[in-house]
Each structure stands twice: as structure tokens, then as C-alpha cells.
């Protein structure tokens, strides 16, 4: 048995059963899972986790299922690289990478929400799974969702880079490309999910998917050596992961699995898409809405469903929020590769510009640790970097004009 | 004609199950005064001193009020109004 007790509003704080429900019938507030840290307390200890598997699972007493895991066995666990040429870079001392650009099985930190989501859809008896999706949740819906048996309607901005939609396309999903932008999908999808009784993983399903998340702070945690960073930087979409960050640390706390919690939370957002860290900026709550314009896709959010909360976090922790602008990601990207061997996609760019924003105008400090969050793989939007790398050699095929070209190449020093 | 407003599941105990119901036109405000004269307590399930709840999304034929004039958006015969709860991304 699991150590959910159930389901409550986080405004009105009403209780709920566990069901696929996600909103507070009165407010509307969205329902989070309740647990027994008591009982967790008891079983849940360093030694425990670290005698489990090498996947998200073995912080299970913390996730919302009943059961056994069921999905995604070998999803998270992902490695914390420490970043020191990015560090000498950006002229700081200590820097860590969590690198989610190589999770099980699609990529991004999404495999990890989904493999606890969908191991919930099992539980209350689903036979269809659904999302409405930047891309990267697509692609582990469809995964994830192929090898466990679900059918699968998957939801997209029509709008979306070719690349992303084929490798959604090649798990066979039911791919639905909607005329519109990600807030028009996410609309859509709230209607739909209404009226048939599928498990919409962000929607019905999200008080359970969301908690997902919380596997990519615990990681930092016990591969910091069971102790929290300084700084945590975090790209915001929905604003979820950062909150859910947020939470692991906390959790562990409640525990006694760390003893210290001093860290400060970043909100990193793209400047075409980001109503979270205006509203930071603003010093409001408040969010303003905005119709998303960057090539940063995955976090063009216009609408942030846990703005409100990621800001809350932010200024609880003592941090901030920053964003940077379609170059500064390219650059972010590039930087990150050339210095570290991670190719990230936008999002990653996000993050690792806004960290060198933020080390440069003295928000983060020199001597600090600091970790950077970097959720999804290069590989899923090379578009963005047409004609921003550096250019192939081109030869003919004998010594001599090989030479040519090395001769040059040394002369740049490289 | 009026207008046409779509219920969101959770209140549509209020609606005695309809998805759709009609209410006046006007201000959003003052539809949703409207709408509590017809399902009496489903205003303030959506809107608190006169203010939309900060989970409620209202959009008036697709566009989000809060692109528009929010609270003051004026609603005319025919237009579609839709209440949604915020929703997490992805």
C-alpha cells in the first residue's frame, strides 16, 4: 500500500478522495496529493533509497501510487554532471548540470511525470491515455504509453518543429495537430477531457503526473551527497517542475533526510514567452497572460496554470526570476555543448543563459553551488540551431587537400 | 438569440447537467450575475468581490478576457463564452 491519504485544494484546502479529478469543485482551485509523512518517516531513510534501483521508483513512498510502479521502470535517475568548464566559463566555482537530456525512454524530464501517471491510469482502471503537449510530453505519452498498452490521443500545436511531431509519430499514437497555439490545445483538451472518460495526464490525471517531478529534486539532493544546493535554477512552462522542485527539497527536509534547507529557486523563462518572471520582476502575483513568441516552444506557456505558486516559491526562497532573449538561448545552447558535451534543446539554452545572467549581475554567487536544471534533449530541435553552429570543412577526398584545410584549422588554434 | 455559455464539468451540478446554458448580455460581470439569478451559487464558485477566481479561465469566442478588457469585457447576442479551469502544461 502507498502513504497517499488523498486529495486537497491548495487555496480552499477542501478534501477529496483519490479520484482523476484535479480541480477543487468549489474554487478551483488544483488538488494536491496528501501524504502520511508519518508513516513515510518510518521506512523512508539515506540507506533504504540507497540500497533501491538506480530509477525514479526508489523514492516511491513519496509518489502517489497504491501499488507496485508499473510504468517507466527505468525512467530517471538521470546523471549530475559537475559542470567545471561551464563553471570557469561563467566564473564560478562549483556548478552542476542535472541532466535530464538523457532520460528513459523519450529524453526529457517528462518520462518521469508520465511514468507516474500513467502507472495511476492503470490503478483507477484507464484504458486510454491523452495529453496536450509542447512535444516533449507527447513523445513520452506515446513511449511510455506504447510499451504499456494504452491507446493514446495525443494533442499538438499544429505549429510545432516537423522533428518533434515525428518522434511522436513513430510510437503510433493517435496525433491530433490543432490549429492554434499551446494555450488554444490545452483549452481544447480541458473541454475534451469533460467528455470522455480518458486519462488526460495534465489535465485529470495532473495532481498524481505533476508529482513526477519532484524525482528530478530528490535526485540533486542525494547525488549532491544528501545535501540541497545554494541555487537551483528551473525552466518555467506551467510553472509545475519549479514548484515541485521546490517540494522534493522541502519533503526531505520533513524527513530529516537533509538537514538544511537554504536554497535559493530561479525561475528561468525565454523573454517572448514569460509571464512568470515579469510577474516576479513586477513584484506582483499577479500573472499576465501573453501569446507566446520564442524558439524556446517547450516553456511557451502564455498561460501559466502554476505561475502563481512558482512565484510564491521564488520569493519564499529568496531567489528571483530572469529571462533571456531567442540569441541568448542559441548561445546558452552552444555554450553548454562546447564546454560540458550536453546538447540540450531551447529550454536547456534557458536555463544556462539565464544562470550566466544572473552570475553576472550578482544574483547568484561566485563562491555558491548552484545547479542547473536541463530538462530535454538537442536532438528534438536542431531547427532552432540552422546556420547558428560552426560550418563543416569541406574536401576533396585525398591528403592534400585535407592538409590544406588542417593547416588553416591550426592557425585558428583549435 | 443570448448568449452561450459552456459549463465546465464541476459546476455543472448547477446546471442540472447542461454543458451549455444562455445567460444575457453585458459585462462578464454582469453575465455571471446573471447566470447566479438562473443556477443559484454558481457565481461564486467563479468569481469572488466581483473578481474572476485566480484557477477560472474565461474565454469570449476563444480569446482569454484577460487579452480583452477582463471583468468589463462586453458580451453581445451570439457571442460564446467559455468558463475553464486553469490547467497544468507540458
Known sequence: MGYVRGLKCRECGREYPVDPIYVCEFCFGPLEVVYDYKGIKKVLTKRAIEKREMNLWRYRELLPIDGDPQVGLKSGYTPLLRA??????????????????????TLSFKDRVVAIALTKAKEFGFDTVACASTGNLAHSVSAHGARSGFKRFIFIPATLEASKIVASL??????????????????????????????FVNINIRPFYAEGSKTHGFEIIEQLGWNAPD?????????????????????????????????KVFAAQATGCSPITTAIKQGTDVIRPVKPNTIAKSLAIGNPADGYYAIQVV??????????????????????????GVFSETAGGVTVAVTKKLIDSGKIARDATTVICVTGNGLKTQEALHGQTVSP???????????????????GGK | MAVKVRIPTPLQKLTNGKEEVDAAPGTIINLLTDLDQKYPGIGERISESGKVRRFVNIYLNDEDIRFLKNEETEVKDGDEVSIVPAIAGG
Not at chain 1, 329 to 336: M, S
Request: hydrophobic residues 35%; aromatic residues 8%; proline residues 3%.
Open chain 1, 84 to 105: 567545471d568548464n561551464l563553471a570557469k566559463a561563467l566564473g564560478v566555482n562549483e556548478l552542476y548540470i542535472k541532466d535530464d537530456t538523457v532520460a528513459h525512454p
Open chain 1, 231 to 263: 541555487n537551483v535554477v528551473v525552466p518555467c512552462a506551467s510553472g509545475s517542475l519549479l514548484t515541485k522542485v521546490w517540494k522534493s527539497f522541502k519533503e526531505f527536509r520533513e524527513l530529516g533526510i537533509i538537514k538544511e534547507l537554504n536554497t
Open chain 1, 170 to 199: 513513430v510510437y503510433e499514437p493517435n496525433l491530433i495537430a490543432v490549429d492554434g497555439n499551446y494555450d488554444d490545445v490545452n483549452r481544447l483538451c480541458s473541454e475534451i477531457a469533460n467528455k470522455y472518460r480518458w486519462a
Open chain 1, 393 to 411: 570543412h569541406y574536401i576533396k577526398p585525398n591528403i592534400g587537400s585535407f592538409e590544406e584545410v588542417l593547416d588553416n584549422i591550426r592557425r
Open chain 1, 315 to 340: 520569493n519564499e526562497t529568496g531567489g528571483t526570476g530572469e529571462d533571456v532573449s531567442d540569441q541568448e538561448i542559441i548561445d546558452g545552447i552552444k555554450l553548454l555543448a562546447r564546454t560540458e
